[in-house]
């Protein structure tokens, strides 16, 4: 099936530094979503991307969709505490009997130094 | 209001135990659905529902049991399960089946 490769898969960075990660698949997505999960809690959507190449900002994150379709990249700038938390990419399938369900990546878990 | 709503926040059943988990949207979205996620890995889709009919199913095993009530309400029942079935289970709730999800705040289901 689709899969969504997500890295890294792990950042322990320092307070205040920029983050970058980024999702790529083999197949062509028309949509691309990004959550971020706090221990216990549900996935919040931090950004939704429609369009090939579009560029979106939330605060301090900002997410492309590829301009290829097969990808897309989170940044999160001047990171802080809270921004701690497990951040997936996830896109629907669009076909078949498979309509509607969401792909996930693997993840990329962030851990910030105070 | 952007709120899907799960309820109980944690429960630890036996194998033997029956119980339900409730799930509650009032954003006027119709589709649902329910999700199992392991510690540190994605969620992993089990049932859809659209316009308050099944239209996903997972291959999950039976001693789950979704139900549908209204274009508001989700439940899953659950039967006889087993220790490794201990997981966070999320709802969620789009406007369509391929618009963006927002999930509930999950139940940590512990099977003893």
Redesign the interface.
């Known amino acids: 099936g689709q899969q969504l490769n997500q890295s890294p898969q792990s950042m322990f960075i320092q307070e205040g530094e920029d983050v970058s990660m980024n999702c790529t698949s083999s197949s062509i997505f028309n949509t691309w979503l990004w959550y971020k999960q706090d221990p216990g809690e549900g996935p919040v959507l931090l950004i939704a991307l429609y369009k090939a190449g579009e560029l979106t900002s939330n605060g301090r994150l900002t997410a492309q969709f590829g301009i290829t379709r097969k990808d897309s990249f989170l940044n999160i700038s001047a990171s802080i505490p809270s921004d701690v938390g497990i951040y997936f990419c996830a896109g629907p399938l669009a076909g078949g009997t498979s309509y509607g369900k969401l792909t996930f990546g693997q993840g990329t878990i962030l851990t910030v130094h105070p | 209001d952007t709120e ?1 709503t ?1 309820t109980p926040k944690h429960l630890v059943m036996g194998m033997t135990n029956k119980k339900s988990l409730k799930c509650e949207q009032h954003m006027g979205h119709r ?1 649902m659905y329910w999700y199992k996620q392991k510690a ?4 992993e ?1 089990m049932f ?1 529902y ?1 316009y308050e009919k099944l ?2 199913n997972e291959s999950v095993p039976s001693r789950f049991s979704p139900e549908c009530p209204n274009s508001s309400l989700l439940n899953l029942h659950l039967h006889a399960l087993q220790p490794e079935d201990s997981a ?1 289970y ?1 709802c ?1 709730s ?1 406007r ?11 139940t ?1 289901l512990s099977v003893l």
């Open positions: 899907v799960q589709a540190k890995k994605p969620p889709l859809v659209s239209s996903i966070l999320l969620a789009s369509a089946r391929i618009e963006k999800l927002f999930f509930g705040s999950g940590q």
